[in-house]
Structures are given as C-alpha cells and as structure tokens.
C-alpha cells in the first residue's frame, strides 16, 4: 500500500523549529520579557530588526514577480512602517542617526541581500521563519512588553499585526501555499536548510544583543 505524501509545510514544521533563538540568546529575550532589562536594552533589539526588516521586505519586493515567492509577499505584513514608529517613539525624531548594526546583524542582512534577493525558496524561507513567527508570538510578547515598561500601543506596533484579522487562518493559508508551490525534491531541501540557517542568524543576533548588554553594564559600572 503506498504512503500518504507528508504536506510540505508539515515536513518543515517538523524538521525545523519556531522559537527565537537558543543559546546566549535566549537570556536577552527571557530577560527582556521578564522585565528586566531596561527600556534601552529593548530598543536596540528593535533596532537590529530593523536592519532585518529593511533587507527581508527589499528582497521581497525584488521577487514579488516570482510565480512561486508571489504567493506569499504580502503588503499588510509589512513590519517596517512599524518598527520606524516605535523607534521613532523609542529614540526620538534623530533615531536614524542613533541605530547601528551589530555584526550578527549585518552578517543576517548581508545573507538577506544576496540569496533571498535572488532565489524565491530562499525568500520564502526567511520569509516564513520571520513573519509567522513574529506573528505566532507577536499578541503575548506585547503583553509582557506593555506590562513590564509601561507601553501603550506606541513602541510595540512591531508585534501588532493590525492587517491580520485571523491569525489562525492566515497561518493555515500559508501553510497551504507552502504546499501548493511547485517545489521539487531539492528545492524543499533548500528551504529546509535555509530556515535551519535563518532560526541560527537570529540565535546569533540574539547573542550579539546579550553580549552588547553586559558590555554597555559593565562600562557603566566602571565609569
């Protein structure tokens, strides 16, 4: 008796995982939602989305034309318009002027700028690792957010996705897409690996974070 084809987006669900970052990571983001970093701590990491954002969302515009990365560029999920808000809020009107890339970042932005540019399984798997994460997470990371340093709506837009009425049913809609594209064998291999490299390019980003906080704590103890 032949076996069931498993769905794509269940092989990648199942060979991949969903949470942001391991590691050295982890105690930037159990910190922050913890409440106790402090309000600076939590603009540099919307900084370094930021950096992120700007390049994932420029490579999707680059491949919107693509018959398979089409599907799943879409407009309402766009993060930078809310991410330059809440930076706008976090750091004042000069906030430009203030950001700076740390090098995970620009190591995560510079993979970004070649491959997801260039190959739509690429895109779509940065694409998926980001956005529904974010999108999975996004209504209880606010919460904490909001409960631990007094924000209202403003400085947490990054995590409302105001555009999506049905989580639920936009997350089983790309998941049909994911099924639906014309993948072969060796392309849904590629996308396997590329989320594995994405989930470690945001652990790396998580750390240069946590490093970047003991360094600036440790300065200020010794001024």
């Known amino acids: 008796m032949a076996h069931d084809v498993v769905p794509f987006s269940e092989l990648l669900r199942a060979r991949t995982t969903s949470r ?11 910190d ?5 970093c402090d309000v600076d701590d939590y603009a540099q990491l919307v900084a370094q989305y930021w950096f ?48 700076v890339a740390l090098p995970a970042t ?24 980001r956005y529904l994460g974010d999108l999975s997470c996004g209504r209880f990371i606010s919460t904490l957010l ?7 709506v403003n400085g947490v837009g990054f995590y409302v996705f105001a555009e999506v009425a049905d989580p ?12 639906a594209a014309p993948w072969t064998d060796a392309d849904k291999e590629a996308v396997v690996a590329e989320v594995a ?13 946590e ?3 003991r360094a600036r704590r440790a300065a200020a103890a010794a001024a």
Do not use: C
């Open 146 to 152: 909001q409960k631990h340093y007094g924000f209202d």
């Open 32 to 36: 922050l939602l913890r409440g106790t």
């Open 197 to 209: 490299l994405a989930h470690s390019l945001d652990t790396r980003l998580l750390d240069g974070l």
């Open 52 to 99: 992120v954002y700007r390049a994932l969302e420029g490579a999707s515009g680059s491949m919107a034309g693509h018959p398979v990365a089409s599907p799943f560029v879409t407009t309402g999920m766009s993060r930078l318009p809310a991410l330059e808000s809440d930076l706008e809020f976090l750091l004042g009107d000069a906030w430009r002027d203030r950001v």
């Open 168 to 179: 639920a049913l936009f997350r089983a809609t790309y998941r049909e897409q994911l099924d």
């Open 211 to 213: 490093a970047d906080r």
């Open 20 to 30: 942001h970052g391991t590691s050295g990571g982890a105690d930037f983001m159990t």
């Open 106 to 129: 620009r190591e995560y932005v510079e993979r970004l700028e070649t491959i997801a540019a260039t190959s739509a399984g690429a895109l779509v798997a940065h694409h998926y690792t």
